[in-house]
């Protein structure tokens, strides 16, 4: 069964600092990883998105990483602002039978909290 | 995302009745899908339709049933719905580019109560 585990659950971190944010899969096989930023009380909003050959993406503060062989991906916010009060989601993509035809395993994300 | 709108965005209803949750978009993009997000749980994918003549189930379709009226138009149905169909509702669509590049754009979500 394809799974997405990502931690920590919950962070909390002052306004300024940098984190990490973990995501461990087993998705078989695998075609691409996605980060999402969700707002509360809004839908998910895409980060990043990165292919098998790729082992770092970045998009302004945030970078994420993907370390195939060992199934893991990382999420990296530099200077956090509050803004970045939000969930994010790891979801990783399996490739389907068909061009096109792939199958999302969400992760259940990481809520991460900035203070002033 | 405003290019994709959910009505209604809060809905309380009771059990047995009929739900329609409906999404709108204006991206232009030919698929189509909605999802339900639990507390503590990803997101789970209900339907999807890559054009309007193509449905499809998702992981958990039981109890649900859709609508794809046009390429802008993806509409969710609960025949008789039940309280553990209390949950966030998504409407989400995607423009496939290339193999592993689709981008999915979510709508801002449903919350509907099951009484």
């Known amino acids: 069964k394809n799974q997405v585990e990502q931690s920590p659950q919950s962070l909390i971190i002052l306004e300024g600092k940098n984190c990490t944010l973990q995501?461990?899969?087993?998705?078989?096989?695998?075609?691409?990883l996605r980060w999402y930023k969700q707002d509360t009380g809004r839908g998910p909003v895409s980060l990043t998105i990165?292919?098998?050959?790729?082992n770092t993406k970045s998009n302004g503060r945030y970078t994420a990483t993907l370390d195939a062989d060992t199934k893991q991906s990382s999420l990296h916010i530099t200077a956090s602002q509050l803004s970045d009060s939000a969930s994010y989601i790891c979801?990783?993509?399996?490739?389907?039978?068909?061009?096109?035809?792939?199958?999302?395993?969400f992760g259940t994300g990481t809520r991460l909290t900035i203070i002033p | 995302d405003a290019d994709v709108t959910q009505t209604p965005r809060n809905r309380i209803t009771k059990t047995g009745k009929r739900i329609m949750l409906e999404c709108s978009q204006t991206?232009?993009?030919?698929?189509m899908y909605w999802y339900r997000q639990d507390p503590g749980l990803g997101l789970r994918l209900i339907y999807y339709?890559?054009?309007?003549?193509?449905?499809n189930k998702g992981e958990i379709s039981d109890g649900y049933s859709v609508s794809r009226q046009a390429q802008a138009k993806f509409s969710l149905s609960l025949e008789s719905a039940i309280p553990n169909q209390t949950a966030l509702y998504f409407c989400?669509?995607?423009?496939?580019?290339?193999?592993?590049?689709?981008?999915?754009?979510f709508g801002p979500g449903t919350r509907l109560t099951v009484l």
């Open positions: 989400a669509t995607s423009d496939i580019r290339g193999p592993s590049t689709d981008t999915q754009y």
């Open positions: 995501c461990n899969y087993t998705v078989s096989p695998f075609s691409n």
């Open positions: 990165m292919t098998f050959s790729e």
């Open positions: 979801v990783v993509s399996a490739k389907g039978s068909n061009f096109g035809n792939e199958k999302l395993t």
């Open positions: 991206k232009g993009h030919d698929r």
């Open positions: 339709s890559f054009d309007v003549k193509d449905i």
